[in-house]
């Protein structure tokens, strides 16, 4: 082959697979912080003031906690989405670029074995 083109797919497919990883870890948690809230409910507490009080601020941050972890598992998994079709783009881009080098590669050997035309020799008289 003419040369060596392209990237270490199988390093970039080791970063897809840790973003799939941390995804779910991301989920699994998320499922245990989604369970506190439910037990955290303010309906599920003594129905004291100060007791009320806490539970409501106690759900809220466990409710905020579940939404930005629901966040962050949306943003891995539009990641690995985006690295894995950047993966195949650039596998295109790199089996085009091969395509059309293995074609100039093989011009290249035709003209190479074309023989040379005959060159007058200085014998039968100069060129003017």
Known sequence: MAGELGYHYEELQ???DRL???HDEVTQLRSR???RAGDAAPGSWPDIPSVRAFAGR???A???AEAE???VEQELESARVALAESIRAMQNVDAAQ???LDRFVAQLDVVAHVSPAPVPSSTH???S
Do not use: K, Q
């Open 14 to 16: 080791g970063s897809v």
């Open 20 to 22: 799939l990883a941390m």
């Open 33 to 35: 912080v989604s369970a």
């Open 58 to 60: 106690y759900h809220s």
């Open 62 to 64: 466990v409710s905020d």
């Open 69 to 71: 972890l629901t966040r």
């Open 98 to 100: 091969r395509e059309t």
């Open 125 to 127: 008289g100069s060129i």
